[in-house]
């Protein structure tokens, strides 16, 4: 039961954090390869994005 709920919350955030890469102002390049850290490392992948990862929106000019 708790790991099916843990395995849940998990899939909503990495759908959240996909939604907020392409929302966000980086290259094309650089969104591909932070969902592809996201797809293959859900976990770390998402902490990873927490830290370092583009913010979302447009980017201030």
Known sequence: MFSMIGGLV???LD???IVSIIGSGASTGAKVLWILLILILPI?????WL????KGGRAIA
């Open 10 to 12: 998990v899939l909503i």
């Open 15 to 17: 759908i959240w954090a």
């Open 44 to 48: 770390v992948g998402f902490i990873i």
């Open 51 to 54: 830290i370092a990862g583009p």
